[in-house]
Protein backbone atom coordinates (compact mmCIF):
# COMPACT_ATOMS: atom_id res chain seq x y z
CA UNK A 1 0.00 0.00 0.00
CA UNK A 2 1.13 3.47 -0.62
CA UNK A 3 1.98 5.94 1.96
CA UNK A 4 3.48 9.13 0.72
CA UNK A 5 1.60 11.95 1.50
CA UNK A 6 -1.35 12.23 -0.65
CA UNK A 7 -1.90 8.40 0.28
CA UNK A 8 -1.65 9.48 4.14
CA UNK A 9 -4.07 12.48 3.88
CA UNK A 10 -6.32 10.77 1.70
CA UNK A 11 -6.65 7.60 3.99
CA UNK A 12 -7.12 9.82 7.53
CA UNK A 13 -9.64 11.92 5.19
CA UNK A 14 -11.56 9.21 4.95
CA UNK A 15 -11.99 8.09 8.20
CA UNK A 16 -12.32 10.86 10.39
CA UNK A 17 -15.64 11.98 9.81
CA UNK A 18 -16.43 8.75 10.16
CA UNK A 19 -18.90 8.18 13.36
CA UNK A 20 -18.49 4.32 14.41
CA UNK A 21 -14.91 4.16 16.87
CA UNK A 22 -11.91 3.26 14.37
CA UNK A 23 -11.02 0.47 17.06
CA UNK A 24 -13.82 -1.49 16.11
CA UNK A 25 -13.82 -2.19 12.74
CA UNK A 26 -11.38 -4.54 11.67
CA UNK A 27 -10.64 -3.38 8.17
CA UNK A 28 -10.39 0.31 9.38
CA UNK A 29 -7.84 -1.09 11.60
CA UNK A 30 -5.80 -2.46 9.94
CA UNK A 31 -5.30 0.36 7.38
CA UNK A 32 -4.45 2.48 10.04
CA UNK A 33 -1.56 -0.17 10.64
CA UNK A 34 -0.09 0.78 7.29
CA UNK A 35 0.33 4.43 7.84
CA UNK A 36 -0.13 4.80 11.57
CA UNK A 37 2.62 3.25 14.14
CA UNK A 38 0.55 3.29 17.61
CA UNK A 39 2.76 3.17 21.01
CA UNK A 40 3.05 1.25 24.02
CA UNK A 41 -0.60 2.65 25.28
CA UNK A 42 -2.47 3.65 21.95
CA UNK A 43 -2.91 1.41 18.72
CA UNK A 44 -2.38 2.96 15.65
CA UNK A 45 -6.36 2.56 15.19
CA UNK A 46 -7.00 4.49 18.63
CA UNK A 47 -4.11 7.01 17.59
CA UNK A 48 -6.74 7.98 14.39
CA UNK A 49 -9.75 7.99 16.91
CA UNK A 50 -9.00 10.62 18.71
CA UNK A 51 -8.84 12.95 15.81
CA UNK A 52 -12.32 10.84 14.78
CA UNK A 53 -13.27 12.15 18.14
CA UNK A 54 -12.13 15.21 17.99
CA UNK A 55 -13.82 16.24 14.68
CA UNK A 56 -17.10 15.13 15.87
CA UNK A 57 -16.60 17.23 19.36
CA UNK A 58 -15.53 20.08 17.57
CA UNK A 59 -18.33 20.48 14.74
CA UNK A 60 -21.05 19.38 17.31
CA UNK A 61 -19.94 22.29 19.45
CA UNK A 62 -19.83 24.59 16.60
CA UNK A 63 -23.31 23.92 14.93
CA UNK A 64 -24.19 24.24 18.90
CA UNK A 65 -22.54 27.58 19.10
CA UNK A 66 -24.03 28.86 15.76
CA UNK A 67 -27.80 27.44 15.89
CA UNK A 68 -28.59 27.81 19.98
CA UNK A 69 -32.19 28.48 19.13
CA UNK A 70 -32.45 25.07 16.91
CA UNK A 71 -30.58 23.34 20.41
CA UNK A 72 -33.63 24.80 22.24
CA UNK A 73 -36.14 23.40 19.60
CA UNK A 74 -34.78 20.03 19.66
CA UNK A 75 -33.52 19.26 22.69
CA UNK A 76 -29.92 17.75 23.37
CA UNK A 77 -30.52 14.11 22.21
CA UNK A 78 -31.94 15.20 19.09
CA UNK A 79 -29.40 18.15 18.72
CA UNK A 80 -26.99 15.55 18.29
CA UNK A 81 -28.59 12.97 15.85
CA UNK A 82 -29.08 16.13 13.50
CA UNK A 83 -25.50 17.36 13.92
CA UNK A 84 -24.58 14.03 13.31
CA UNK A 85 -26.58 13.14 10.06
CA UNK A 86 -25.32 16.79 9.04
CA UNK A 87 -21.82 16.11 9.14
CA UNK A 88 -22.94 12.93 7.45
CA UNK A 89 -24.44 14.61 4.52
CA UNK A 90 -22.51 17.57 5.00
CA UNK A 91 -19.22 17.14 5.85
CA UNK A 92 -17.26 20.50 5.62
CA UNK A 93 -15.31 20.54 2.61
CA UNK A 94 -14.28 24.37 3.42
CA UNK A 95 -12.48 25.92 5.96
CA UNK A 96 -14.83 28.98 6.85
CA UNK A 97 -17.50 27.92 9.04
CA UNK A 98 -20.15 30.14 7.47
CA UNK A 99 -19.66 27.54 4.15
CA UNK A 100 -19.94 24.95 6.29
CA UNK A 101 -23.60 25.82 7.76
CA UNK A 102 -25.19 27.20 4.71
CA UNK A 103 -27.13 23.74 4.26
CA UNK A 104 -28.70 23.47 7.64
CA UNK A 105 -31.90 24.99 6.80
CA UNK A 106 -31.99 22.78 3.25
CA UNK A 107 -30.81 19.84 5.36
CA UNK A 108 -33.45 20.65 8.09
CA UNK A 109 -36.20 20.98 5.32
CA UNK A 110 -35.35 16.95 4.85
CA UNK A 111 -34.36 15.63 7.92
CA UNK A 112 -36.33 12.47 9.18
CA UNK A 113 -35.65 13.17 12.89
CA UNK A 114 -38.23 15.49 13.89
CA UNK A 115 -41.24 13.67 13.79
CA UNK A 116 -43.23 14.21 17.81
CA UNK A 117 -40.27 16.85 18.10
CA UNK A 118 -41.17 19.99 16.43
CA UNK A 119 -42.98 20.93 13.35
CA UNK A 120 -40.75 21.18 10.22
CA UNK A 121 -41.61 24.27 8.70
CA UNK A 122 -40.57 25.74 12.92
CA UNK A 123 -37.48 24.17 12.58
CA UNK A 124 -36.76 25.28 8.99
CA UNK A 125 -37.58 28.87 9.70
CA UNK A 126 -35.37 28.88 13.05
CA UNK A 127 -31.95 27.41 11.24
CA UNK A 128 -32.56 30.49 8.46
CA UNK A 129 -33.08 32.77 11.34
CA UNK A 130 -30.27 32.05 12.88
CA UNK A 131 -28.24 32.12 9.62
CA UNK A 132 -29.91 35.45 9.21
CA UNK A 133 -28.07 36.52 12.62
CA UNK A 134 -24.68 35.82 11.64
CA UNK A 135 -25.17 37.32 8.23
CA UNK A 136 -26.77 40.45 9.84
CA UNK A 137 -23.88 40.47 12.69
CA UNK A 138 -20.97 40.28 10.18
CA UNK A 139 -22.46 41.88 7.24
CA UNK A 140 -20.63 45.24 5.30
CA UNK A 141 -20.40 48.28 7.09
CA UNK A 142 -22.04 51.86 5.57
CA UNK A 143 -21.92 54.77 7.11
CA UNK A 144 -25.20 56.30 8.63
CA UNK A 145 -27.16 58.38 6.66
CA UNK A 146 -26.39 62.18 6.36
CA UNK A 147 -29.72 64.21 7.19
CA UNK A 148 -28.40 67.17 5.60
CA UNK A 149 -28.65 64.93 2.30
CA UNK A 150 -32.20 63.93 2.74
CA UNK A 151 -33.03 67.82 3.69
CA UNK A 152 -31.01 69.31 0.12
CA UNK A 153 -32.87 67.11 -2.08
CA UNK A 154 -34.86 68.90 -4.54
CA UNK A 155 -38.81 68.24 -4.17
CA UNK A 156 -39.09 65.80 -7.17
CA UNK A 157 -35.97 64.04 -6.43
CA UNK A 158 -37.89 61.29 -5.34
CA UNK A 159 -39.04 60.30 -8.89
CA UNK A 160 -36.06 58.65 -9.27
CA UNK A 161 -33.96 58.76 -5.68
CA UNK A 162 -32.67 55.27 -5.13
CA UNK A 163 -33.09 54.63 -1.46
CA UNK A 164 -29.99 53.02 -0.44
CA UNK A 165 -30.43 50.13 2.54
CA UNK A 166 -27.81 49.43 4.80
CA UNK A 167 -25.89 46.26 2.75
CA UNK A 168 -26.16 43.81 6.16
CA UNK A 169 -29.42 44.50 7.23
CA UNK A 170 -31.96 41.62 5.55
CA UNK A 171 -35.90 41.04 5.26
CA UNK A 172 -37.01 37.75 6.24
CA UNK A 173 -40.31 35.88 6.11
CA UNK A 174 -40.83 33.03 8.54
CA UNK A 175 -44.17 30.67 8.91
CA UNK A 176 -43.50 30.93 12.99
CA UNK A 177 -42.37 33.92 15.24
CA UNK A 178 -38.72 32.61 15.08
CA UNK A 179 -37.31 35.89 16.37
CA UNK A 180 -39.87 35.85 19.72
CA UNK A 181 -39.26 32.54 20.18
CA UNK A 182 -35.51 32.06 20.37
CA UNK A 183 -35.14 35.39 21.90
CA UNK A 184 -37.69 33.89 24.96
CA UNK A 185 -35.38 31.01 24.56
CA UNK A 186 -31.83 32.13 24.55
CA UNK A 187 -32.07 35.97 25.77
CA UNK A 188 -34.94 35.88 28.22
CA UNK A 189 -34.06 31.71 29.56
CA UNK A 190 -37.57 31.10 29.47
CA UNK A 191 -38.66 27.13 29.48
CA UNK A 192 -38.75 25.98 25.54
CA UNK A 193 -42.80 26.24 24.62
CA UNK A 194 -43.77 25.32 21.41
CA UNK A 195 -46.38 27.52 19.66
CA UNK A 196 -49.58 25.85 18.82
CA UNK A 197 -50.23 26.76 15.16
CA UNK A 198 -47.66 28.80 12.47
CA UNK A 199 -48.21 32.79 12.89
CA UNK A 200 -46.49 34.14 9.95
CA UNK A 201 -44.29 37.14 10.21
CA UNK A 202 -42.34 39.58 8.14
CA UNK A 203 -39.23 41.43 9.80
CA UNK A 204 -36.37 43.54 9.06
CA UNK A 205 -32.98 41.65 10.47
CA UNK A 206 -31.02 44.69 10.80
CA UNK A 207 -28.06 46.04 13.11
CA UNK A 208 -28.07 49.76 14.76
CA UNK A 209 -25.21 51.86 15.09
CA UNK A 210 -23.66 50.65 18.10
CA UNK A 211 -23.41 47.11 15.96
CA UNK A 212 -26.21 45.36 17.76
CA UNK A 213 -28.69 42.84 16.20
CA UNK A 214 -32.46 43.92 16.32
CA UNK A 215 -35.46 42.82 14.72
CA UNK A 216 -38.27 45.05 13.47
CA UNK A 217 -41.69 43.58 12.53
CA UNK A 218 -43.34 44.79 9.10
CA UNK A 219 -46.67 45.51 7.97
CA UNK A 220 -46.60 43.21 4.75
CA UNK A 221 -46.95 46.42 2.97
CA UNK A 222 -43.90 47.67 4.58
CA UNK A 223 -41.84 44.68 3.75
CA UNK A 224 -43.04 44.80 -0.04
CA UNK A 225 -41.84 48.48 0.02
CA UNK A 226 -38.71 47.41 1.62
CA UNK A 227 -38.49 44.65 -1.15
CA UNK A 228 -38.60 46.94 -4.24
CA UNK A 229 -36.69 49.70 -2.28
CA UNK A 230 -33.67 46.66 -2.41
CA UNK A 231 -34.33 46.46 -6.07
CA UNK A 232 -33.07 49.71 -6.81
CA UNK A 233 -36.65 50.86 -7.48
CA UNK A 234 -36.69 54.80 -6.55
CA UNK A 235 -39.44 55.56 -3.68
CA UNK A 236 -41.94 56.59 -6.16
CA UNK A 237 -42.17 53.82 -8.41
CA UNK A 238 -41.93 51.71 -5.64
CA UNK A 239 -44.73 53.10 -4.11
CA UNK A 240 -46.81 52.90 -7.56
CA UNK A 241 -45.95 49.71 -7.79
CA UNK A 242 -46.82 48.65 -4.34
CA UNK A 243 -50.24 50.17 -4.53
CA UNK A 244 -51.31 49.44 -7.72
CA UNK A 245 -52.72 45.93 -6.66
CA UNK A 246 -53.85 46.98 -3.69
CA UNK A 247 -57.05 47.47 -2.22
CA UNK A 248 -58.67 50.71 -2.07
CA UNK A 249 -58.12 50.97 1.73
CA UNK A 250 -54.99 49.36 1.58
CA UNK A 251 -54.01 52.12 -0.73
CA UNK A 252 -54.87 54.32 1.79
CA UNK A 253 -52.99 52.59 4.62
CA UNK A 254 -49.72 53.06 2.76
CA UNK A 255 -50.52 56.65 2.08
CA UNK A 256 -51.15 57.22 5.22
CA UNK A 257 -48.38 55.43 7.01
CA UNK A 258 -44.94 55.18 4.02
CA UNK A 259 -43.47 58.57 6.03
CA UNK A 260 -43.69 57.06 9.18
CA UNK A 261 -41.96 54.29 7.82
CA UNK A 262 -39.59 55.91 5.86
CA UNK A 263 -38.64 57.76 8.97
CA UNK A 264 -38.59 54.47 11.26
CA UNK A 265 -36.24 52.78 8.69
CA UNK A 266 -33.95 55.99 8.83
CA UNK A 267 -33.98 56.33 12.65
CA UNK A 268 -32.92 52.58 12.83
CA UNK A 269 -30.19 52.98 10.13
CA UNK A 270 -31.72 50.83 7.90
CA UNK A 271 -31.74 53.54 5.73
CA UNK A 272 -28.20 54.64 4.83
CA UNK A 273 -28.16 56.85 1.63
CA UNK A 274 -30.10 58.49 -0.74
CA UNK A 275 -28.52 58.05 -4.31
CA UNK A 276 -30.05 60.73 -7.16
CA UNK A 277 -28.58 60.03 -10.05
CA UNK A 278 -27.10 62.87 -12.18
CA UNK A 279 -30.62 64.02 -15.01
CA UNK A 280 -29.49 63.15 -18.07
CA UNK B 1 27.11 32.03 16.37
CA UNK B 2 24.12 33.53 15.67
CA UNK B 3 24.34 37.04 16.19
CA UNK B 4 21.98 39.37 17.82
CA UNK B 5 20.62 40.91 14.57
CA UNK B 6 19.83 37.96 13.47
CA UNK B 7 17.80 36.44 15.78
CA UNK B 8 13.88 36.56 14.90
CA UNK B 9 14.88 36.68 11.22
CA UNK B 10 15.55 40.50 12.65
CA UNK B 11 11.82 40.80 13.39
CA UNK B 12 10.60 42.81 16.57
CA UNK B 13 10.55 41.73 19.87
CA UNK B 14 7.15 42.63 20.65
CA UNK B 15 7.28 41.23 24.59
CA UNK B 16 4.14 39.53 26.09
CA UNK B 17 0.61 38.96 24.36
CA UNK B 18 -2.31 37.46 24.65
CA UNK B 19 -5.01 36.31 21.94
CA UNK B 20 -8.14 38.39 21.45
CA UNK B 21 -10.97 37.14 22.13
CA UNK B 22 -14.62 38.33 22.30
CA UNK B 23 -15.57 38.05 25.88
CA UNK B 24 -13.12 40.28 27.14
CA UNK B 25 -13.06 42.44 24.16
CA UNK B 26 -15.25 45.24 26.33
CA UNK B 27 -13.26 45.32 29.33
CA UNK B 28 -9.95 45.72 27.11
CA UNK B 29 -11.23 48.52 25.20
CA UNK B 30 -12.55 50.05 28.66
CA UNK B 31 -9.54 49.42 31.23
CA UNK B 32 -6.49 49.34 28.24
CA UNK B 33 -4.16 46.95 29.94
CA UNK B 34 -0.98 46.28 30.23
CA UNK B 35 -0.74 44.01 27.58
CA UNK B 36 1.97 44.51 25.00
CA UNK B 37 0.30 43.16 21.82
CA UNK B 38 -2.65 40.77 20.66
CA UNK B 39 -3.25 38.11 18.51
CA UNK B 40 -5.88 37.79 16.28
CA UNK B 41 -7.36 34.41 14.51
CA UNK B 42 -7.07 35.48 11.03
CA UNK B 43 -10.37 33.67 10.01
CA UNK B 44 -12.37 35.27 13.10
CA UNK B 45 -11.75 38.40 10.95
CA UNK B 46 -12.24 37.33 7.52
CA UNK B 47 -15.92 39.16 7.27
CA UNK B 48 -17.13 41.56 5.48
CA UNK B 49 -17.69 44.22 8.36
CA UNK B 50 -19.30 44.46 11.36
CA UNK B 51 -18.26 43.31 15.25
CA UNK B 52 -15.68 41.73 14.23
CA UNK B 53 -13.93 44.59 12.20
CA UNK B 54 -14.71 46.96 14.50
CA UNK B 55 -13.34 45.22 17.32
CA UNK B 56 -10.20 44.87 15.69
CA UNK B 57 -9.90 48.45 14.82
CA UNK B 58 -10.55 49.54 18.48
CA UNK B 59 -7.66 47.34 19.59
CA UNK B 60 -5.66 48.19 16.84
CA UNK B 61 -5.87 51.71 18.04
CA UNK B 62 -4.26 51.24 20.59
CA UNK B 63 -1.92 47.44 20.73
CA UNK B 64 0.01 45.78 18.00
CA UNK B 65 -1.95 43.06 16.44
CA UNK B 66 -0.16 39.94 14.74
CA UNK B 67 -2.18 37.53 12.55
CA UNK B 68 -2.01 33.95 13.52
CA UNK B 69 -4.57 31.88 11.26
CA UNK B 70 -5.28 27.73 11.39
CA UNK B 71 -6.73 27.36 7.92
CA UNK B 72 -3.79 27.51 5.60
CA UNK B 73 -3.02 23.71 5.51
CA UNK B 74 0.57 24.47 4.02
CA UNK B 75 1.01 20.65 3.99
CA UNK B 76 -2.28 19.35 1.88
CA UNK B 77 -1.63 18.08 -1.00
CA UNK B 78 -4.56 19.95 -2.24
CA UNK B 79 -3.74 23.33 -4.62
CA UNK B 80 -3.43 26.38 -2.50
CA UNK B 81 -6.56 28.92 -2.12
CA UNK B 82 -5.24 31.93 -3.59
CA UNK B 83 -8.82 33.36 -2.46
CA UNK B 84 -7.78 32.87 1.38
CA UNK B 85 -4.49 34.46 0.65
CA UNK B 86 -5.87 37.51 -1.48
CA UNK B 87 -8.23 37.67 1.86
CA UNK B 88 -5.19 37.47 4.20
CA UNK B 89 -3.49 39.54 2.62
CA UNK B 90 -6.01 42.45 2.57
CA UNK B 91 -6.36 41.57 6.49
CA UNK B 92 -2.72 42.13 6.37
CA UNK B 93 -2.87 45.68 4.98
CA UNK B 94 -5.47 46.97 7.56
CA UNK B 95 -3.31 44.77 10.57
CA UNK B 96 -0.07 45.47 9.53
CA UNK B 97 1.03 42.55 11.34
CA UNK B 98 4.85 42.00 11.29
CA UNK B 99 4.67 38.39 10.64
CA UNK B 100 1.78 36.32 9.61
CA UNK B 101 1.68 32.56 11.47
CA UNK B 102 0.10 29.40 10.92
CA UNK B 103 0.90 25.54 11.52
CA UNK B 104 2.91 22.85 9.89
CA UNK B 105 -0.09 20.80 9.10
CA UNK B 106 -2.73 20.10 6.84
CA UNK B 107 -5.85 20.41 7.87
CA UNK B 108 -8.00 18.63 5.39
CA UNK B 109 -8.22 17.68 1.40
CA UNK B 110 -10.23 18.24 -1.95
CA UNK B 111 -13.77 17.27 -0.14
CA UNK B 112 -12.91 17.31 3.67
CA UNK B 113 -12.25 20.23 6.03
CA UNK B 114 -11.51 18.53 9.50
CA UNK B 115 -11.21 21.96 11.02
CA UNK B 116 -8.34 20.55 12.71
CA UNK B 117 -4.44 20.53 12.46
CA UNK B 118 -2.97 17.71 11.40
CA UNK B 119 0.93 16.28 11.92
CA UNK B 120 2.89 15.62 8.98
CA UNK B 121 4.78 12.54 7.90
CA UNK B 122 8.26 13.41 8.72
CA UNK B 123 9.66 12.67 5.07
CA UNK B 124 11.81 14.64 2.49
CA UNK B 125 9.11 14.37 -0.04
CA UNK B 126 6.64 16.22 2.61
CA UNK B 127 9.71 18.91 3.58
CA UNK B 128 9.76 19.83 -0.13
CA UNK B 129 6.24 19.53 -0.08
CA UNK B 130 5.68 22.23 2.41
CA UNK B 131 8.95 24.44 1.54
CA UNK B 132 7.53 25.05 -1.83
CA UNK B 133 4.21 26.13 -0.68
CA UNK B 134 5.30 28.21 1.82
CA UNK B 135 7.76 30.07 -0.44
CA UNK B 136 5.35 30.78 -3.00
CA UNK B 137 2.64 32.00 0.39
CA UNK B 138 5.67 34.32 1.56
CA UNK B 139 5.81 35.78 -1.87
CA UNK B 140 2.33 36.06 -1.89
CA UNK B 141 1.65 38.03 0.98
CA UNK B 142 4.48 39.98 1.27
CA UNK B 143 5.23 39.45 4.73
CA UNK B 144 7.66 36.40 6.64
CA UNK B 145 5.65 33.34 6.98
CA UNK B 146 6.23 31.87 10.80
CA UNK B 147 5.08 28.29 11.14
CA UNK B 148 4.35 26.69 14.50
CA UNK B 149 4.73 23.29 15.19
CA UNK B 150 1.13 21.64 15.99
CA UNK B 151 0.39 18.90 19.24
CA UNK B 152 -0.48 15.68 17.32
CA UNK B 153 -1.67 12.31 18.78
CA UNK B 154 -0.40 10.14 15.84
CA UNK B 155 3.25 9.20 14.40
CA UNK B 156 3.41 7.97 10.67
CA UNK B 157 5.04 4.66 9.98
CA UNK B 158 6.71 6.61 6.96
CA UNK B 159 7.96 9.48 8.83
CA UNK B 160 12.07 9.04 8.83
CA UNK B 161 13.22 12.09 10.64
CA UNK B 162 12.17 13.44 13.89
CA UNK B 163 9.55 16.56 14.11
CA UNK B 164 11.86 18.95 15.29
CA UNK B 165 14.73 18.11 12.14
CA UNK B 166 11.85 17.95 9.92
CA UNK B 167 10.67 21.60 11.57
CA UNK B 168 14.25 23.01 10.88
CA UNK B 169 14.37 21.46 6.64
CA UNK B 170 11.54 22.71 6.40
CA UNK B 171 12.19 26.35 7.62
CA UNK B 172 15.50 26.20 6.49
CA UNK B 173 14.12 25.17 3.08
CA UNK B 174 11.20 27.72 2.95
CA UNK B 175 13.44 30.62 4.65
CA UNK B 176 10.42 31.06 6.63
CA UNK B 177 10.14 31.39 10.82
CA UNK B 178 9.29 29.45 13.65
CA UNK B 179 6.76 29.77 16.11
CA UNK B 180 7.55 27.81 18.68
CA UNK B 181 4.31 26.26 20.31
CA UNK B 182 6.35 25.15 23.65
CA UNK B 183 3.24 23.70 25.23
CA UNK B 184 2.88 21.74 21.99
CA UNK B 185 6.28 20.25 21.95
CA UNK B 186 5.57 19.20 25.54
CA UNK B 187 2.57 17.85 24.45
CA UNK B 188 3.92 15.99 21.84
CA UNK B 189 6.48 14.46 23.83
CA UNK B 190 4.26 13.01 26.28
CA UNK B 191 2.16 11.69 23.19
CA UNK B 192 5.38 10.28 21.45
CA UNK B 193 7.77 10.06 24.44
CA UNK B 194 10.50 12.20 23.02
CA UNK B 195 12.55 14.51 25.46
CA UNK B 196 10.98 17.88 25.08
CA UNK B 197 14.59 19.22 26.12
CA UNK B 198 16.04 17.66 22.76
CA UNK B 199 13.55 19.53 20.86
CA UNK B 200 14.10 22.97 22.21
CA UNK B 201 17.75 22.42 21.87
CA UNK B 202 17.45 21.50 18.18
CA UNK B 203 15.20 24.09 17.09
CA UNK B 204 17.01 26.67 14.60
CA UNK B 205 17.26 29.67 16.96
CA UNK B 206 17.79 32.47 14.94
CA UNK B 207 14.22 31.72 13.24
CA UNK B 208 12.24 31.87 16.34
CA UNK B 209 10.11 34.73 15.83
CA UNK B 210 7.39 33.99 18.08
CA UNK B 211 6.71 31.76 21.09
CA UNK B 212 2.84 30.77 22.41
CA UNK B 213 1.91 28.86 25.72
CA UNK B 214 -0.89 27.45 26.66
CA UNK B 215 -2.70 24.61 29.05
CA UNK B 216 -3.87 21.34 27.83
CA UNK B 217 -6.26 18.26 29.12
CA UNK B 218 -4.28 14.92 30.40
CA UNK B 219 -6.66 12.42 29.71
CA UNK B 220 -4.08 9.22 30.71
CA UNK B 221 -2.93 7.67 27.73
CA UNK B 222 -2.89 10.99 26.11
CA UNK B 223 -2.79 14.69 26.00
CA UNK B 224 -4.78 16.85 24.11
CA UNK B 225 -3.75 20.23 23.26
CA UNK B 226 -6.92 22.27 24.38
CA UNK B 227 -5.64 25.44 25.70
CA UNK B 228 -7.29 25.48 28.43
CA UNK B 229 -6.24 26.01 32.10
CA UNK B 230 -3.06 27.79 32.97
CA UNK B 231 0.32 26.79 31.68
CA UNK B 232 2.11 23.80 33.82
CA UNK B 233 5.16 24.30 35.34
CA UNK B 234 7.02 21.81 33.17
CA UNK B 235 6.38 23.84 30.20
CA UNK B 236 7.07 27.07 32.23
CA UNK B 237 10.50 25.05 32.42
CA UNK B 238 10.85 24.50 28.85
CA UNK B 239 9.80 28.28 28.11
CA UNK B 240 12.91 29.30 30.58
CA UNK B 241 15.02 26.75 28.84
CA UNK B 242 14.03 27.90 25.18
CA UNK B 243 14.53 31.71 25.96
CA UNK B 244 17.84 30.58 27.19
CA UNK B 245 18.61 29.72 23.39
CA UNK B 246 16.63 31.98 21.61
CA UNK B 247 16.60 35.45 23.49
CA UNK B 248 13.91 37.89 23.81
CA UNK B 249 11.37 36.54 21.43
CA UNK B 250 7.49 38.02 21.78
CA UNK B 251 5.03 35.37 23.86
CA UNK B 252 1.98 34.76 24.17
CA UNK B 253 -0.77 33.33 26.25
CA UNK B 254 -3.48 31.34 24.22
CA UNK B 255 -6.31 30.28 26.27
CA UNK B 256 -9.37 29.29 24.04
CA UNK B 257 -11.45 27.08 25.72
CA UNK B 258 -13.18 27.67 29.68
CA UNK B 259 -12.05 31.37 29.15
CA UNK B 260 -11.17 32.99 31.95
CA UNK B 261 -12.07 36.47 33.32
CA UNK B 262 -9.52 38.74 31.45
CA UNK B 263 -7.57 39.48 35.06
CA UNK B 264 -6.84 35.53 35.14
CA UNK B 265 -5.40 35.62 31.65
CA UNK B 266 -3.60 38.82 32.61
CA UNK B 267 -2.36 37.26 35.43
CA UNK B 268 -0.62 34.70 32.98
CA UNK B 269 0.75 36.82 30.72
CA UNK B 270 2.36 38.74 33.73
CA UNK B 271 4.10 35.20 34.77
CA UNK B 272 5.45 35.09 31.21
CA UNK B 273 6.90 38.65 31.67
CA UNK B 274 8.42 37.33 34.70
CA UNK B 275 9.53 33.98 33.54
CA UNK B 276 11.39 35.38 30.59
CA UNK B 277 12.94 38.28 32.60
CA UNK B 278 14.23 35.59 34.29
CA UNK B 279 15.51 33.29 31.83
CA UNK B 280 16.84 36.21 30.10
CA UNK B 281 18.99 37.40 32.82
CA UNK B 282 20.34 33.78 33.61
CA UNK B 283 21.20 33.86 29.94
CA UNK B 284 23.54 36.94 30.51
Not at chain 1, 41 to 47: E, K, N, V
Not at chain 2, 74 to 103: E, M, N, V, Y
Not at chain 2, 208 to 236: E, F, K, M, R
Request: proline share 8%.
Amino acid sequence: MRNDLAAVQAYLASVIPGSAPIPADPALAEAAACFVTGNARLTPAAQVDIYRRQFWLRHRELLRDDFPGLAHLLGEERMDAFCRAYLDAHPPAHAPFRRMIEDVPAFAARFDGLEGVAPRALVVDMARYEIALLDVRTGPDAPPLDPQKLTSLPEDAWERARIVLHPAALRLSFTYPVHRLRKAWIVAGEPVVLPDAPAPVKLALYRNRDLVTHFEELEAEAFLLLELLAEGVPLVPALGRLAEPLPEDRQAHVATNVGRWFQQWTTLGIVVDVDLPASS
Amino acid sequence: MTTPDRMRLGLPDLGIGVGLRVPHCQEIFETRPKVDWFEIISENFLVPGGVPLANLDRALAHYPVVQHGVSLSIGSTTPLDFTFLRDLRALLRRTKSPWLSDHLCWTGTATLNTHDLLPLPYTEEAIRHVATRARIVQDTLEVPLVLENVSSYLTYTSSELTEWDFLTAVVEEANCGVLLDVNNIYVSSQNHGFDPLAYVDAVPAHRVVQIHLAGHTNYGDYIIDTHSGPVIDPVWDLYRRTIGRVGAVSTLIEWDEDIPPLATLLAEAERARVVREEALSHAK
